[in-house]
């Protein structure tokens, strides 16, 4: 039986099964005859950022980000209905490492069918667990696209994975949800040669380096080595949410069996403390370097399973929308300071708050802790982690105009997102944006590192 | 459509004063219990004018059921692409508050939203969330000031005024009601300043399976000199809609 159901989840036929019962349905001349119901449409934006201050000579002052994507949606029936899309994403930044391709992909691909009591979905899908917004604790089912760290937003930032999700309606108010993942898929991230990236421009700074010529060698060879988990039944994923309404209280329980979609990382060439390079900088850093120790000079990207619990809550209390979720998470892998992979469990939790006045002006705050167990000293984390995210915006022109500030605020290490924005959205289907990105704090803080990459920006989207 | 579906503010207005037989407050209970049909499926077309003739248009679905003491209505968004498949669900609760939901795509999930604020825009129409929910006519005082004859229809002139117990965001409501139809042809409404700042007026009526419907109407922000037209393209009464429709499973569908 297991052998089986380790054959079931090759990837290969997983995905056959999907294209073939796509496919018989198709010759379902009945499914056919109500094809009428097709809808195209879509959507493409481009983007244009360029550095607010020169930071250092390395830097990418200009950043040019296009996305097209192309989605057909139709029913072939009452209980039966499609989805796939198409996207084209495509980043330019002035760098001679930079990979211009356009990638177009699959991007979404599924089917749903309907029936009284169930609905079943098979295919590429995101899957949106929790209620808060940007910052969601329990949301853990699809891998997010972090090459831009968090300056798009959480539902921008998802990757569709290949699912089969049950849902089960008891009655009205109760829903039973089950997902099952076949394959694994990480976070996508930028190691090298970018602002955003991991080492951003590491490389390149050791190019002109005053390190011995073998030292360089060694460095500027050294590659990412990801040991993602190998595609069989043991390393599926899966998870269980029972979701319902009690009096005015939208709650929700799950369990997620995953592994962690960001990698934690390992190298001979992670030596000595993180606060070296956070106080001293690159130079000081490869300065102390043991070279003799140095037996792979490649950095190893490790993932871990993890079991997350996690609980839900969204209601109204007089003119405020009040949510919540916690999640508890078991096994989460954190580089120490000293360069060591520690496990611990977390408890993370978010209370928000939103209110919509009757001139349209509107307020969203949420706080969130993190509450790191068994603590010791790790890169970015505190053993309580507070922070506080907001939107505020103003709807004016009855929406042609609405300025609009984001912030997410470190209260534990006292750094900072900012995203002030203007939007318009003077004719349908057209919506332009402007706006800045603003980081600032320590280098050994998470908004910190990316002091380097505040940018003024200037977003067109045409939908379709 | 008939006028509750559009503006059931139309079941606002009604009075205490009489003429021949008729109160007001019986007017009033007329238009409130009119007969609509138990549901309706409505396809519309909501255009949005500004002072500079600029106009926006939206297509949506609009549904309702009646269930006695709860009243459920869905509204999905078809049109333009940028707000397509945004859907709204209203639970109108008798004894408390609603319960409303709203699923953006782009979040992927349906959301809670407040109920409480009636006074605010509808998709930045000139419809106000109060200018579509049946208010009850006990909420406020109805005055028949006179009958007179409006765009050929012979109406009754009433005039609503809230209680002071009775939360609304006007101060008072001039409505031409059309005697036998009991649907409002006109509506004049007036903040609590006692400024005219609306104007709600119905260009089409017709009987559709024997329900009376405003199958064109306006609202006129006269303040703003801002206007909505409402035209509605094809409504069935009493098709047995299923109840699931009226579910937070539906949206997202």
């Known amino acids: 039986m297991r052998c089986l159901l380790s054959v079931i989840c090759q990837d290969k036929l997983f995905k056959t099964i999907f294209f073939l019962c796509l496919l018989l349905l198709k010759f379902d001349t009945q499914a056919m005859a109500s094809f009428s119901d097709l809808e195209l449409n879509g959507y493409v934006w481009t983007k244009f950022s360029t550095d607010m201050n020169k930071d250092n000579e390395y830097e990418d002052l200009y950043e040019w980000r296009d996305e097209f994507r192309l989605r057909a949606k139709g029913n072939l029936s009452e209980c039966f209905d499609f989805l796939v899309s198409l996207d084209m994403d495509y980043i330019w930044y002035k760098n001679e490492d930079a990979d211009e391709e356009i990638d177009p992909h699959l991007f979404e691909a599924y089917f749903t069918t309907h029936f009284s009591k169930f609905d079943f979905r098979l295919g590429k899908q995101i899957v949106r667990w929790g209620k808060t917004d940007e910052v969601s604790p329990v949301d853990n089912v699809n891998p997010q696209d972090m090459r831009e760290f968090i300056v798009r937003n959480l539902e921008g930032r998802k990757i569709p994975i290949w699912m089969a999700k049950l849902d089960f309606y008891p009655n009205d108010n109760w829903e039973i949800e089950g997902i099952f993942i076949p394959f694994f898929k990480d976070d996508q991230i930028d190691f090298w040669g970018r602002d955003w990236a991991l080492f951003n421009h590491t490389k390149r700074a050791i190019k002109q380096s005053v390190l011995p010529p073998s030292a360089k060698t060694l460095l500027l060879n050294s590659s990412v080595i990801y040991h993602k988990p190998s595609k069989n039944f043991k ?3 899966w998870g269980l949410r029972v979701a319902g309404t009690v009096n005015k209280y939208d709650v929700a329980f799950s369990y997620l069996y995953t592994w962690s979609d960001m990698p934690v990382l390992k190298s ?19 300065t102390h370097l043991n070279w003799n120790s140095i037996a792979d000079p490649n950095i190893h990207a490790l993932f871990y399973r993890t079991h997350i619990w996690g609980v839900e809550m969204e209601t109204t209390w007089g003119d405020f929308g009040v949510r919540g979720e916690l999640a508890y998470t078991k096994g989460t892998r954190f580089m120490n300071t000293n360069f060591r992979i520690s496990k611990h469990d977390t408890l993370f939790y978010v209370l928000g708050v939103d209110y919509l006045s009757a001139n349209n002006f509107y307020l969203n705050l949420q706080f969130s802790q993190q509450i790191i167990f068994n603590y010791c000293p790790i890169i970015f984390f505190k053993h309580i982690n507070n922070g506080l995210h907001g939107r505020l915006s103003q709807d004016l022109l009855r929406g042609k105009f609405v300025p609009e500030l984001e912030f997410y605020w470190n209260l534990s290490d006292r750094s900072y997102y900012l995203n002030p924005e203007l939007k318009i959205h003077f004719v349908d289907n057209w919506i332009l944006k402007t706006g800045l990105n603003i980081f600032e704090g320590n280098r050994d803080t998470l908004f910190g590192n990316f002091d380097n990459c505040d940018q003024i920006y200037f977003y067109v989207e045409y939908d379709f | 459509m008939k006028g509750r579906l559009i503006f059931p503010i139309v079941c606002l207005l009604f009075f205490v004063s009489y003429s021949w ?14 007969n609509d049909g138990r549901d309706f499926y409505v396809q519309m077309q909501m255009t949005l004018i500004d002072k500079h003739g600029q106009q926006r248009i939206r297509t949506m679905v609009m549904a309702e059921k009646d269930y006695g003491s709860l009243r459920k209505v869905f509204i999905r968004f078809l049109s333009p692409a940028d707000i397509k498949d945004t859907t709204f669900l209203a639970w109108e609760n008798k004894d408390r508050e609603d319960d409303q ?18 006074d605010n825009s509808f998709v930045n129409s000139d419809f106000t969330y109060e200018d579509m929910e049946r208010r009850k006519p006990q909420k ?21 005024i809230p209680k002071k117990n009775s939360h609304s965001q006007y101060g008072k409501i001039i409505s031409w009601i059309v005697k036998g139809i009991y649907i409002p042809v006109r509506m004049d409404l007036y903040n609590r300043k006692g400024e ?12 559709i399976q024997g329900i009376w419907t405003a199958t064109d109407t306006e609202m006129i922000n006269l303040k703003e000199h801002h206007r909505t037209r409402l035209v509605v393209k094809d409504i069935k009464y009493n098709l047995g809609l299923s109840d699931e429709m009226f579910t937070k499973r539906y949206m997202s569908r």
């Open chain 2, 21 to 34: 037989a008729i109160t007001g407050l019986e007017i009033a209970q007329k238009v409130y219990s009119r």
């Open chain 2, 196 to 207: 005219l700042i609306k104007q709600f007026l119905v260009h089409k009526l017709k009987c």
């Open chain 1, 235 to 237: 390393n599926t994923e």
């Open chain 1, 268 to 286: 001979d060439l992670f030596q000595n403390d993180f606060s070296l390079y956070a106080q001293s900088g690159l130079n000081t850093y490869l």
């Open chain 2, 101 to 118: 939901f709203l699923y953006l795509p782009a979040l992927r999930r349906v959301r809670r939203i407040v109920s409480s604020k009636k």
């Open chain 2, 140 to 160: 406020d005082v109805h005055t028949l000031l006179r009958e007179e004859r409006y765009q050929g229809w012979d109406c009754w002139v009433l005039q609503s």
